[in-house]
């Protein structure tokens, strides 16, 4: 197995259709556990961290840019971040542990593909793209559309995500993620709940969007949930129609870490919660951005 | 903090100095059973069975033999067949459970094991070792080891224990019984009974370090092993029997150890270095990986148990019925003896009938864990109990004090109780803060108890004074909870030198004299009185070279404070150092040995109070607020004494909440890593609150009473408690995880 750490997304990019069986890694704290733990080791490992524009976070006007290796604890200890995207930087501080965070990034947590990654539902409800880099350039992507299946994503064997574009968030915004873990760290979600909510001026739901993690092969969105929200104050009934909803879109499966029917009912139960801290904090976001 | 007897005016004994072992242990320089490298040291590599009960048909090492890099290849052939032998049945169990020899009992049995020059080459050759096995139908539970025309793992296991003994074999290895009284006179008197059924998972002790041993065989048939054990000289023990050898042959040198818990005294990879190298003519490495510890080392017991109990209207309780069944994994030895002996201690009750089962079952053989056998008994008992008092509309305390075994009690295991402190640890729960403090939202309160005996057995202890009056404090006794630092602190008190002139070591099998195994909470009990009488000969001989430099009688000198003196302040005193440094003119070295098998062995109580707070619709229960109180007889070093007390209310709360072994239909293990095998981290719990009671031990110098396991026995029914009394479920299995707690909340509102 070869190391190599290329310098720019270019040399990246060549060395990887070079190679056939060369692999990315940004963080590695999924890669070499997946090595370690007896999955074929690749010819190359391609370390994305020595890349400039990979390891960066910048906001401009009317967005901000998260290169895709750069680690989760950089968003969660940027305060201008966090308090502008609260429950995606939360979903990011959730990843494994402090230590584990100096390695995670957005891009690896979501090209690993595990249906339980925490990072993704949070950012399919703040609507974040991926820039994608090949042979030919680049392309941009939905960050919903980038796994297909556990371990599968829509990425060519030759193409990595150089980084995300997140739209700055509007005003009488808010976003949330929540998690059902055993423990309260060094665990991974049994059921994962993302929801951002803009307000109306009159208070009620002008859009809503929900997601959730872990209950099913890829992230899923909740639409009769999100219309349920819409127009409605987010009163008992609508978010008891919520919760409804969101058991219903669950697909989960029975395994050593949770069975269907807890991970739909708490689905439930944390979509809900999730709408609520989301409706709070677009409140307190009052035309302040 | 309750102390019912005053600390005499100790200097050193019941101080919070820094630990010996401190320093090394944060430069990461202390070296643990995998930090030794031997030059010319080969890696090995176990070769384990993916079935849980098959006939090993043959076992082709050819092809691992032949690969590049490898030095030696064995199986179980390659040690001596103990049955044929006429060897005692527990070391047959020993050496088969450490080496397959023609049935596999558990996934991540040992069949074969290899010696390569790198690692990877012995992980390539391990599976090229290729076992044909005729798998056989498996049993993983105590229900299915029992049920009728179950498989049997064992085909001549008669359960013992039965009078008159049955006839046909079955996985049923002993049965115990402990009786008193008249039961139906005794729920007859009863004005409220509850009768409950529960069921408890397999749990590992979790001790972060692997197993790991290092061999070196001479061609003269001696051998030294290096390992990471809780009793360097048990592991000589079994070594030698595995091997056929006389134990004198072998020399055993401890490492540092990061955790045992019980489950560091029983050999798994010893016996296998010691062959490995013998083959190879080379020293052999042999390393766990976690999944190894996880599959193939010692959980504590799954079981199944009912109990039925009465009370008078005043809290008395009139009778106990108790039956349990305790699976032993592969071999016969579950801790359900203890358990049948610990359930009911902590009460005087006038009828009871203590029934118990011993059930060997397709999973990895059970090793000691923190009192072995009492946590699950008590979680049943003491729920039990909580629903009483809760019928009775009685203060769970005092249930407790109108029960509790005191000085002179009939113990429910037969002898009386001699000073004992249970009573002093719930009353010290009951004047803490915590009992009143005010619970939120879905909190509710537990409180539960808990008995172990503590153990005595063999120690020695070496003393030497070097020439400048300091002194090395030399036991054969590993260091896993602070002993190091209790032995050191009694030293200094006994010799009246400073504790920071003391260096307490650990030495090997061939350096000082027999200790049996770390474990029942002993060590600061027995070692500690060995340490004392070899203190006390150090005394004895300074006060005689005294005599003789000052040309008195030796009753003309004491001891004080470090000096000789003389009685009537005639001569000016001799400081241990000035003993010291004349000792070549005094009499020689002055260095003293003491071993004995421990006298007074002092029973240990702990009585704990927990807040949790219920997510009633995740089912999450989180820890708000933990006390425990506990007997320590003496706390010599009350640091390591808190350590104790908290660490096992620690893993209590894990097994209590989380920690269970999860096996797929073929008897795989499906979380063997500390991922899906959920041991609390550090932000799962509050600070756990401790309250030392010191009751002193009559029989111990100093009146220790060992602290190490009795802190386990009460969390999971006080856990249980506490979450019955937030959300009103009454949770009757084991671990109380979300997904159960959510069942029972979904039931309740159903």
Known sequence: MKYVAPSSVEEAASLLSSSPSAQVFAGATDVVPQIRAGRPAPDVLVDLKKIKELVALNSDGDKWTVGAATPTAYLTEDDAFSHEFPGLAEAAGLIGSDQIQNRSSLGGNLCNASPAADSVPAMVVNGVRAVVAGPNGTRVLDVSEVVTGPGQTALDDDEFIVEFEIDKMPSRSGDAYLRMIPRTEMDIAVVGAGARVTLADDGSIEQAVLALGAVAPTVVRIPDAEQALVGSTADEETLNAVAAAASEACDPIDDKRGTVEYRKQVAGVLAKRAVVIAIERAEQRNGTN | ?750
């Open chain 2, 1 to 750: 903090m309750a102390i019912t007897e005053e600390n005499p005016g100790y200097k050193w004994v019941g101080t919070r100095p820094i630990r010996p072992d401190g320093l090394e242990k944060v430069t990461g320089k202390a070296r643990f059973g995998a930090d030794l490298v031997l030059p010319g040291m080969l890696y090995g590599k176990v070769v384990r069975s993916p079935h849980a009960h098959a006939r090993i048909v043959s076992i082709d090492t050819s092809a691992a033999e032949s690969m590049e890099g490898v030095k030696a290849v064995i199986t179980g052939a390659d040690f001596p067949d103990l049955a044929a032998n006429g060897a005692h049945p527990s070391d047959i169990d020993v050496a088969n459970n450490a080496i397959a020899r023609d049935k596999v009992l558990y996934e991540g049995h040992v069949v074969a094991a290899v010696a390569a020059i790198t690692r990877e080459q012995a992980e390539a050759a391990a599976k090229a070792v290729a076992v044909t096995y005729e798998v056989l139908p498996h049993v993983l539970t105590v229900d299915e080891a029992m049920a009728d025309n179950a498989p049997l793992l064992h085909e001549a296991m008669i359960t013992k224990g039965v009078d008159p003994a049955p006839e046909e074999p079955s996985n049923i290895a002993s049965k115990i019984l402990h009786e008193r009284g008249d039961l139906d006179q005794g729920f007859g008197e009863a004005d409220a009974v509850v009768e409950r059924e529960f069921s408890t998972k397999p749990v590992h002790q979790g001790y972060i370090e692997p197993h790991a041993a290092v061999a070196d065989a001479n061609s003269d048939g001696r051998a030294h092993i290096w390992c990471s054990s809780q009793g360097h000289f048990q592991m000589r023990a079994y070594t030698a029997t595995v091997l056929g050898v006389s134990p004198g042959t072998l020399k055993v040198t401890a490492a540092e150890i990061g955790g045992g818990f019980g489950g560091k005294t029983v050999i798994y990879l010893e016996p296998l270095a010691v062959r490995l190298s013998q083959r190879a003519g080379r020293p052999v490495k042999l390393v766990m990986d976690r999944d190894e510890v996880f599959r193939a080392t010692g959980p504590t017991s799954g079981t199944r148990i009912k109990v039925k109990m009465g009370v008078s209207k005043d809290g008395k309780i009139t009778a106990a019925e108790v039956w349990m069944a305790y699976e032993a994994g592969a071999y016969a030895g579950s801790p359900v003896g203890a358990a049948g002996m610990t359930a009911i201690a902590c009460y005087d009750i006038p009828n009871f009938v203590v029934e118990g089962y011993d059930v060997v079952c397709n999973k990895p053989r059970v090793a000691a864990y923190r009192a072995p056998g009492a946590p699950m008994a008590a979680f049943a008992v003491e729920s039990v109990l909580d629903e009483l008092a809760r019928n009775i509309e009685m203060d769970p305390i005092d249930i407790r004090l109108a029960n509790a075994a005191v000085e002179g009690t009939q113990a429910s295991y037969g002898p009386k109780f001699p000073r004992i402190g249970f009573v002093e640890t719930l009353e010290a729960i009951k004047e803490h803060p915590n009992y009143t403090a005010e619970l939120g939202p879905n909190q509710g309160r537990g409180v539960a108890a808990g008995f172990w005996f503590n153990a005595g057995m063999m120690s020695s202890a070496t003393v030497h004074v070097n020439e400048n009056g300091t002194a090395t404090v030399v036991t054969g006794s590993p260091d896993i909870g602070g002993s190091r630092q209790s032995m050191a602190l009694m030293a200094a008190e006994e010799l009246g030198i400073p504790y920071e002139s003391i260096k307490p070591v650990v030495a090997d099998t061939e350096t000082v004299g027999f200790n049996d195994v770390t474990g029942g909470s002993r060590v600061t009990l027995a070692t500690g009185a060995a340490v004392v009488d070899a203190c006390r000969l150090i005394v004895e001989d300074l006060r005689g070279r005294a005599a003789k430099t000052w040309d008195v009688e030796v009753d003309q000198v004491e001891w004080v404070d470090g000096q000789a003196q003389h009685v009537d302040g005639a001569q000016p005193p001799l400081s241990l150092n000035d003993l010291a440094a004349k000792s070549g003119r005094t009499g020689g070295p002055i260095s003293a040995n003491a071993s004995l098998n421990s006298r007074g062995v002092g029973a240990g109580f702990s009585t704990q109070l927990c807040d949790v707070e219920v997510d009633p619709e995740t089912g999450v229960t989180r820890v708000v607020r933990y006390l425990t109180a506990q007997d320590a007889g003496r706390a010599i070093s009350p640091d390591y004494v808190e350590g104790q007390m908290q660490g096992g209310v620690v893993q209590g709360i894990g097994w209590a909440l989380n920690e269970e072994y999860i096996h797929d239909t073929e008897g795989v293990m499906e979380n063997p890593s500390f991922l899906d095998y959920r041991m609390p981290v550090a932000s799962d719990l509050p600070m756990i609150d401790c309250a030392i009671v010191e009751v002193p031990n009559p029989a111990h110098p100093y009146g220790v009473r060992g602290v190490g396991e009795v802190g386990i026995v009460p969390p999971m029914a006080a856990v249980g408690n506490a979450i019955h009394d937030a959300v009103d479920v009454r949770m009757t299995e084991l671990p109380m995880s979300p997904i159960k707690v959510l069942e029972a909340l979904n039931e309740n509102d159903g």
